[in-house]
């Protein structure tokens, strides 16, 4: 059981190069989520998705796209890089919750460690 | 607007020095608190939810405590393997999301 996986691990890109990070998960989650983490900052949310064809904005979605075209995939976009997006990305997923109760803890992956020149 | 603080922002221990952790947050309707663990280039792990003000969670060393106002990550006799970014998180009524705090950085030396 892999959980969530995220690819690639590290990457290099310039200014204004676009690229697009791949999130999988197997645990059939319906909702999925992706982070920055930068150093003082703490986890902030780009983008997430409560399920297949959804998507929805975060606190900082600026500059980055998403797509759930498959339940299991959720893939974040960069068109034009900038180097204010040199950060560590995260992807989570989780069951969503019942009535009043909160949704299920997020399951993360290992990040994604972009630099941007 | 959903915040969470914690407290201290690093903290050093010896092994078997119990201490407590603080994560003070503000929260239009909490569905769920929720305690992580991070580890140096991995992502965070799941330790504890809490929903409501009084109810507590344990877990070996760790115990997880909750007020209207904030939580305590208290842990006992702490040992070196311990040592992590505890990250706290807050659902609030508009669901779907979590706001994560700036996490607590601890370093338990033998």
């Known amino acids: 059981n892999a959980g969530v996986t995220q690819t690639p691990k590290f990457r290099v890109l310039k200014t204004g190069q676009s690229m697009t990070l791949l999130c999988a998960q197997d645990m059939n989650h319906e909702y999925m989520y992706w982070y920055r983490q930068d150093p003082g900052m703490g986890l902030r949310l780009i983008h997430y998705?409560?399920?297949?064809?959804?998507?929805a904005k975060g606190e900082v979605p600026d500059g980055y796209n998403v797509s759930r075209l498959k339940k299991q995939n959720f893939l974040l976009g960069l068109e034009s890089a900038a180097p204010s997006q040199t950060s560590v990305y995260f992807c989570?997923?989780?069951?969503?919750?019942?009535?009043?109760?909160?949704?299920?803890?997020?399951?993360f992956g290992d990040g994604t460690r972009l630099s941007i020149l | 607007e959903d915040q969470v603080t914690q407290s201290p922002e690093a903290l050093r221990l010896q092994e078997g020095e119990s201490s407590s952790l603080n994560c003070s947050y503000t929260v239009s309707g909490l569905r769920g608190l929720f305690w992580y663990r991070q580890d140096p280039g991995k992502g965070p792990e799941f330790l504890f939810t809490?929903?409501?003000a009084g109810e507590e969670k344990e877990k070996e060393r760790l115990k997880a405590t909750l007020t209207k106002k904030e939580s305590f990550l208290h842990i006992t006799a702490p040992k070196p393997e311990d040592s992590a970014t505890y990250l706290c998180a807050v659902e609030g009524a508009s669901g779907s999301r979590l706001t994560f705090g700036e996490g607590t950085q601890l370093t338990v030396n033998p």
């Open positions: 998705s409560v399920g297949e064809g959804t998507t």
């Open positions: 989570a997923s989780s069951y969503p919750g019942q009535g009043s109760y909160s949704n299920q803890p997020q399951h």
């Open positions: 809490l929903y409501s």
